[in-house]
């Protein structure tokens, strides 16, 4: 058990230390790629949809959408249900930056994923999948099923 939690926790280290030069040439920090991330996934997002995501305070991701905002990667717009609601879109500055910051994202988990094969690319996925909650398995399978 040490073993597979150690093993996560460096992996995702090295994961992240993948992205840190590209978030720190454009001035972001890990959770304004993980907003940028899920609002590339699902284009339309809500700020509560995006709470529920990133598991964070409505504070600190108002903080993160604002600065965002202000930097023209993100734009707001009254929900199409519910005009109170805040859907979520990335500007073309945003999915310029997001896809810069995602590909050695890519490029770690492709190098990875083709070293260990498909059959342990499979177990990693269930895995993972056995570690959320019921709620999150649900998310993420909204979130669809693109590269």
Known sequence: MRRGIEYLFFGHGALWRATDA???????????????????????????????????????????????????????????????QKELRLTAAGRAVEAAIFQPLRDAMSRAYTHAGQQAVTGFWHVNEALMTPRDRARAAKLGTEN
């Open 22 to 84: 590209r978030l720190a040439e454009n001035g972001l920090g890990r959770a304004h790629y993980r907003a940028l991330y899920f609002i590339a996934r699902a284009p339309g997002l809500t700020i509560s949809d995006l709470l529920g995501l990133l598991g964070i305070t409505k504070q600190s991701l108002g903080r993160v959408v604002k600065e965002l905002e202000a930097r023209d990667f993100l734009a707001t717009r009254p929900g199409n249900r519910d005009r109170r």
